[in-house]
């Protein structure tokens, strides 16, 4: 009745498997014809893909076979960076000048830092509305701060704002506190001492001032998402107009230029030496390499299933490559004035970029970046599996916050001033939509960090090209945004079928 | 015969005025399957989150390992070394096999991530159950078959050095062959010297892979026999009307409704 009497065929594998420690055992295994008869079958032997040590062509393929099979990644931003590329260098012949291309990050590094806050909040399938509120609020506070000599001096035209600021940060630091997220609480707190002592009549510390409220107001959003549970449309929606009236009473309904703020204003118009910029960017492409050649070597050590040194060193020489290229068309002179050099890779493009590299390291090899995506995958089997889903979910709206606020320092840059209008219009949209053009889903779950830089440059370049040529009338230009957006949505869902289906 | 290692004893339940188990006694032993089977309604989900400490007892003793304890929150069971694979087996779809395995129990290097361990580690348990339908540990759970995710589902309860598992249902959802294949596993863990609990409506699979069954009818323990000593219409006589022949409850207690 029971198997006790009928022999086993997998009896003697189990003994088998134990000896050697694992690993080994799988190198038996038949090869790659094997290999390709089980997947057919839909069922390989003891994990013959992962001892396959992957090479050039090996990895090629795969790659082919993921854009086949729906999981396009990048591709779409690429090839739409491509088309815009081809048309608009047939609108004007500045599109492809140097100084044209040094321009774009200064336009964009708003909405690449904007969306990479997105990329943790739509991880969750949630959505954060009042980043760029929040992000002009920040930077109108810090303008604020460094104009009047201090917030704590008295902000113009409203005795109580600065109780009510200190008050909001206050109850924040509580429920931070009450939840258990120290990191935000380190944020806040740095933002209220800065404020309290008086700090932030200084450029420097009132920029890092912006970072801790943009955590108190993370801390705030996440607690009535999270733990009260309103829908984080709602909740985000509701401060967005909210933020916009609190832009005016901390500017005192006048904008305040942002010119004389040295250390701001070269947030967006200056760029790095010739000597940091070669250092900047041999240490991302070489740091790439490096971290993928060691990535590759400890796992052929421990017979892991592995890249090959061929293919490593094929991909991240690539990326070396661009990285090396893009840096030295950097560092010619790209001004057509020719009494003054401009040269060196912008700020505006190395702090994104810097950014994006920390927060794809977070995603993906943290234990919060791991449980991040499993609590957008799955939440329910997230909480049974231990993890403390509303923490998740907080921490991801203060990062969020946060990098809506460093988002806010380089929109005002980009405009020279915190205008009254500052984060509201179309910057939160812009944002989201680079986060979705590169490949983030709305549904949680998949998206890189990559993605939002890879969208910002699209949704950047749109605006960009139209404008060279004025006699193009500039609506084109919403509407050719809206084409692309809505083209990213219908790749996305077209490939979400089609990996549903096979 | 061994000793159990985990021993249910007069077992009561109520929620509000409804007495849902009556002084159930309950026992799983080591290196065997006991099934636990009855009608819609005859408490085994009640009994089982009791055991993962879900739902408290009113009254009843809980020995595991010939000590009494007490299992206060589903963390305490996982402790003691119990886990339980529901029947929506939560796991994330958008993550990997191995990060699955490990989701909530991360191996850490330097404060990061140590992927190629877990990796391995997921191999070795996946290896030592001679699961032979995963082709790689890499693959995300969304790609997989009903069978190979309640395959990972299992694995990453009994990668824990885990003593008893129960499983809820975990044929359900299959076809004939990867039914085979969860069976075959769920004997396999047996053979290793794990307590299994399998709770199915299945009475095939039940006659086939389990030791002892334990038959619950309308809140009691009906019967625990021995699996090759009775036949499916006794299990189902009993699952049906509390009785069979000599075997269950006494004709009045049958006959009480609750």
Same mark, same amino acid.
């Given at each position: 009745?029971?198997?006790?009497?009928?022999?086993?065929?997998?009896?003697?594998?189990?003994?088998?498997?134990?000896?050697?420690?694992?690993?080994?055992?799988?190198?038996?295994?038949?090869?790659?014809?094997?290999?390709?008869?089980?997947?057919?079958?839909?069922?390989?032997?003891?994990?013959?893909?992962?001892?396959?040590?992957?090479?050039?062509?090996?990895?090629?393929?795969?790659?082919?076979?993921?854009?086949?099979?729906?999981?396009?990644?990048?591709?779409?931003?690429?090839?739409?960076?491509?088309?815009?590329?081809?048309?608009?260098?047939?609108?004007?012949?500045?599109?492809?000048?140097?100084?044209?291309?040094?321009?774009?990050?200064?336009?964009?590094?708003?909405?690449?830092?904007?969306?990479?806050?997105?990329?943790?909040?739509?991880?969750?399938?949630?959505?954060?509305?009042?980043?760029?509120?929040?992000?002009?609020?920040?930077?109108?506070?810090?303008?604020?701060?460094?104009?009047?000599?201090?917030?704590?001096?008295?902000?113009?035209?409203?005795?109580?704002?600065?109780?009510?600021?200190?008050?909001?940060?206050?109850?924040?630091?509580?429920?931070?506190?009450?939840?258990?997220?120290?990191?935000?609480?380190?944020?806040?707190?740095?933002?209220?001492?800065?404020?309290?002592?008086?700090?932030?009549?200084?450029?420097?510390?009132?920029?890092?001032?912006?970072?801790?409220?943009?955590?108190?107001?993370?801390?705030?959003?996440?607690?009535?998402?999270?733990?009260?549970?309103?829908?984080?449309?709602?909740?985000?929606?509701?401060?967005?107009?909210?933020?916009?009236?609190?832009?005016?009473?901390?500017?005192?309904?006048?904008?305040?230029?942002?010119?004389?703020?040295?250390?701001?204003?070269?947030?967006?118009?200056?760029?790095?030496?010739?000597?940091?910029?070669?250092?900047?960017?041999?240490?991302?492409?070489?740091?790439?390499?490096?971290?993928?050649?060691?990535?590759?070597?400890?796992?052929?050590?421990?017979?892991?299933?592995?890249?090959?040194?061929?293919?490593?060193?094929?991909?991240?020489?690539?990326?070396?490559?661009?990285?090396?290229?893009?840096?030295?068309?950097?560092?010619?002179?790209?001004?057509?004035?020719?009494?003054?050099?401009?040269?060196?890779?912008?700020?505006?493009?190395?702090?994104?970029?810097?950014?994006?590299?920390?927060?794809?390291?977070?995603?993906?090899?943290?234990?919060?970046?791991?449980?991040?995506?499993?609590?957008?995958?799955?939440?329910?089997?997230?909480?049974?599996?231990?993890?403390?889903?509303?923490?998740?979910?907080?921490?991801?709206?203060?990062?969020?916050?946060?990098?809506?606020?460093?988002?806010?320092?380089?929109?005002?840059?980009?405009?020279?001033?915190?205008?009254?209008?500052?984060?509201?219009?179309?910057?939160?949209?812009?944002?989201?939509?680079?986060?979705?053009?590169?490949?983030?889903?709305?549904?949680?779950?998949?998206?890189?960090?990559?993605?939002?830089?890879?969208?910002?440059?699209?949704?950047?370049?749109?605006?960009?090209?139209?404008?060279?040529?004025?006699?193009?009338?500039?609506?084109?230009?919403?509407?050719?945004?809206?084409?692309?957006?809505?083209?990213?949505?219908?790749?996305?869902?077209?490939?979400?079928?089609?990996?549903?289906?096979? | 015969?061994?000793?159990?290692?985990?021993?249910?004893?007069?077992?009561?339940?109520?929620?509000?005025?409804?007495?849902?188990?009556?002084?159930?006694?309950?026992?799983?032993?080591?290196?065997?399957?006991?099934?636990?089977?009855?009608?819609?309604?005859?408490?085994?989900?009640?009994?089982?989150?009791?055991?993962?400490?879900?739902?408290?007892?009113?009254?009843?003793?809980?020995?595991?390992?010939?000590?009494?304890?007490?299992?206060?929150?589903?963390?305490?069971?996982?402790?003691?070394?119990?886990?339980?694979?529901?029947?929506?087996?939560?796991?994330?779809?958008?993550?990997?096999?191995?990060?699955?395995?490990?989701?909530?129990?991360?191996?850490?290097?330097?404060?990061?991530? #140590?992927?190629?361990?877990?990796? *391995?580690? !997921?191999? $070795? %348990?996946? =290896?030592?159950?001679?699961?032979? /339908?995963?082709?790689?540990?890499?693959?995300?759970?969304?790609?997989?078959?009903?069978?190979?995710?309640?395959?990972?589902?299992?694995?990453?309860?009994?990668?824990?050095?885990?003593?008893?598992?129960?499983?809820?249902?975990?044929?359900?959802?299959?076809?004939?062959?990867?039914?085979?294949?969860?069976?075959?596993?769920?004997?396999?863990?047996?053979?290793?010297?794990?307590?299994?609990?399998?709770?199915?409506?299945?009475?095939?699979?039940?006659?086939?892979?389990?030791?002892?069954? #334990?038959?619950?009818?309308?809140? *009691?323990? !009906?019967? $625990? %026999?021995? =699996?090759?000593?009775?036949?499916? /219409?006794?299990?189902?006589?009993?699952?049906?009307?509390?009785?069979?022949?000599?075997?269950?409850?006494?004709?009045?207690?049958?006959?009480?409704?609750?």
């Amino acid at each position: 009745m029971t198997e006790h009497t009928t022999p086993d065929p997998a009896g003697p594998e189990v003994t088998t498997a134990k000896a050697p420690g694992g690993g080994s055992n799988a190198v038996a295994e038949p090869g790659e014809a094997g290999v390709a008869e089980a997947l057919s079958l839909g069922r390989a032997s003891s994990f013959s893909l992962d001892v396959e040590l992957r090479s050039v062509g090996q990895g090629l393929r795969d790659y082919v076979n993921k854009v086949r099979g729906g999981e396009p990644g990048a591709l779409p931003s690429v090839l739409g960076l491509i088309v815009l590329g081809v048309i608009f260098s047939q609108v004007s012949s500045q599109f492809l000048s140097k100084s044209n291309i040094g321009n774009l990050p200064g336009q964009g590094a708003y909405i690449a830092i904007i969306a990479l806050g997105l990329v943790f909040v739509l991880l969750l399938g949630e959505i954060d509305l009042s980043a760029g509120t929040a992000g002009g609020l920040c930077a109108a506070f810090a303008a604020q701060a460094i104009a009047s000599g201090g917030l704590r001096g008295g902000i113009p035209g409203s005795s109580s704002l600065f109780y009510i600021l200190v008050a909001v940060m206050v109850l924040a630091l509580a429920l931070g506190l009450w939840m258990k997220n120290y990191i935000g609480m380190a944020l806040i707190v740095m933002g209220l001492v800065i404020v309290l002592f008086k700090l932030d009549q200084h450029v420097f510390a009132a920029l890092l001032f912006t970072i801790g409220l943009g955590a108190a107001i993370g801390v705030i959003t996440g607690f009535l998402v999270a733990k009260v549970g309103i829908p984080s449309f709602i909740v985000t929606l509701a401060m967005f107009i909210a933020w916009q009236g609190v832009i005016l009473f901390a500017l005192n309904n006048q904008p305040i230029s942002i010119g004389n703020f040295k250390l701001w204003y070269k947030l967006g118009h200056e760029n790095m030496s010739v000597l940091w910029s070669w250092v900047f960017g041999a240490v991302v492409g070489g740091g790439y390499l490096l971290f993928t050649l060691y990535r590759s070597f400890r796992a052929q050590q421990r017979k892991l299933a592995a890249d090959s040194y061929g293919l490593v060193l094929v991909r991240g020489g690539i990326v070396l490559a661009a990285s090396l290229v893009i840096t030295y068309f950097a560092n010619q002179n790209r001004n057509s004035n020719p009494n003054f050099e401009i040269k060196g890779i912008p700020w505006a493009a190395s702090v994104p970029i810097a950014l994006m590299i920390l927060c794809t390291l977070v995603l993906t090899k943290t234990t919060w970046g791991r449980h991040l995506f499993a609590t957008g995958g799955n939440s329910e089997a997230a909480r049974r599996a231990g993890i403390d889903v509303v923490h998740v979910k907080v921490s991801a709206f203060i990062a969020c916050s946060s990098f809506g606020a460093l988002g806010g320092l380089f929109l005002t840059t980009s405009q020279n001033s915190a205008s009254l209008d500052l984060g509201s219009s179309n910057v939160l949209l812009f944002s989201v939509a680079a986060a979705v053009i590169g490949g983030t889903s709305l549904f949680g779950g998949r998206g890189k960090a990559r993605d939002a830089i890879m969208g910002a440059l699209v949704i950047v370049i749109i605006p960009n090209g139209i404008l060279l040529r004025p006699n193009l009338p500039a609506a084109y230009q919403q509407v050719i945004t809206g084409g692309v957006l809505l083209l990213a949505a219908a790749v996305d869902a077209l490939s979400r079928r089609r990996s549903r289906a096979t | 015969m061994a000793e159990p290692i985990l021993s249910i004893k007069g077992l009561n339940k109520s929620f509000g005025p409804v007495h849902v188990l009556h002084d159930v006694d309950f026992n799983v032993y080591p290196g065997e399957v006991t099934a636990l089977v009855g009608d819609n309604g005859a408490g085994k989900s009640t009994l089982v989150k009791c055991i993962a400490g879900i739902n408290g007892i009113d009254s009843g003793t809980i020995t595991w390992e010939g000590r009494e304890v007490s299992i206060s929150d589903p963390r305490a069971a996982a402790a003691l070394g119990i886990e339980f694979v529901y029947q929506d087996l939560a796991l994330a779809d958008n993550l990997d096999i191995t990060q699955n395995m490990f989701l909530g129990r991360e191996i850490h290097r330097f404060g990061l991530l #140590a992927d190629g361990e877990m990796e *391995r580690k !997921a191999r $070795e %348990v996946l =290896a030592s159950l001679a699961v032979r /339908t995963v082709s790689s540990v890499r693959q995300v759970v969304a790609n997989l078959s009903g069978g190979q995710r309640q395959t990972v589902a299992i694995a990453k309860a009994v990668l824990w050095n885990s003593r008893v598992v129960f499983l809820d249902e975990p044929t359900a959802a299959l076809g004939v062959a990867q039914t085979r294949q969860v069976l075959d596993l769920v004997r396999r863990l047996a053979d290793q010297g794990l307590g299994v609990v399998l709770i199915s409506h299945n009475m095939n699979d039940v006659m086939e892979v389990s030791d002892r069954v #334990a038959v619950l009818y309308l809140g *009691r323990l !009906a019967a $625990e %026999v021995f =699996a090759k000593d009775s036949s499916t /219409t006794q299990i189902v006589e009993l699952m049906t009307a509390g009785r069979s022949g000599s075997l269950g409850l006494a004709p009045q207690t049958a006959a009480e409704s609750i």
